[in-house]
């Protein structure tokens, strides 16, 4: 049974950091891209990022509204997928979700979702 | 990348069939058959209809289908159920620097 389990989630302040974990299981890892998603309190889905696998050099696209703030990594010895935030803002409050890509030629997005972990930023 | 466009909400009775629809742009759905569709239960995490405009993961009821036209992908929900109640998003790739683009979301109310 394919599993992903978030982690890390938590009250931060505006300015600060935070490293989100995204445990998985079920299913060969290294074998897919993986994404992150958010959903502010009340609002809709957004993308904010992929990563890539080995055979594609783990590269990462981010969405405009998170790039040169975010970090996506992962390590495949340990079937983790990572989500480093740095210098959040009050907008970037949202339940964060990890979600298996990369299938359907690689345009595949979230055939598989984790349960999320929510991210406060507030003073 | 604006967000693509899905009414607020649709209603339907039981054993009726609902269609949801979700308009883009030329950059995306227009362009690209890799439309999805998410099911999202209140506190829950969403779930994946739709993929690549018409296909149906496996244990997706086949109540549940998908189209595209144009710059509007749509999905129907027939023989409508109570467990059918929820938000419904769209999803499409884009050729923007955001490599996909949700859609606004509906709420599908089961009356």
């Known amino acids: 049974e394919v599993q992903l389990v978030e982690s890390g989630g938590g009250l931060v302040q505006p300015g600060g950091s935070q490293r989100l974990s995204c445990a998985a299981s079920g299913f060969t890892f290294s074998d897919y891209y993986m994404d992150w998603v958010r959903q502010a309190p009340g609002k809709g889905l957004e993308w904010i990022g992929r990563?890539?696998?080995?055979?594609?050099?783990?590269?990462?696209?981010?969405a405009a509204s998170v790039k040169g703030r975010f970090t996506i990594s992962r390590d495949d010895s340990k079937n983790s997928l990572y989500l480093q935030m740095n210098s959040l803002k009050t907008e970037d409050t949202a339940v964060y979700y990890c979600a298996r890509g990369g299938y359907s030629y690689g345009f595949g997005l979230g055939d598989y979702w984790g349960q999320g972990t929510l991210v406060t930023v507030s003073s | 990348q604006s967000a693509l466009t899905q009414p607020a909400s649709v209603s339907g009775s039981p054993g009726q069939s609902i269609t949801i629809s979700c308009t883009g742009t030329?950059?995306?759905?227009?362009?690209?058959?890799?439309v999805s569709w998410y099911q999202q239960h209140p506190g829950k995490a969403p779930k994946l209809m739709i993929y690549?405009?018409?296909n149906r993961p496996s244990g997706v009821s086949n109540r549940f289908s998908g189209s595209k036209s144009g710059n509007t992908a749509s999905l129907t929900i027939s023989g409508l159920q109570a467990e059918d109640e929820a938000d419904y998003y769209c999803n499409s790739y884009t050729s923007s620097s955001t490599l996909y683009v949700f859609g606004t979301g509906t709420k599908v109310t089961v009356l």
């Open positions: 030329s950059s995306d759905i227009g362009t690209y058959d890799y």
């Open positions: 990563i890539r696998d080995k055979p594609n050099s783990y590269t990462t696209e981010y």
């Open positions: 690549d405009v018409t």
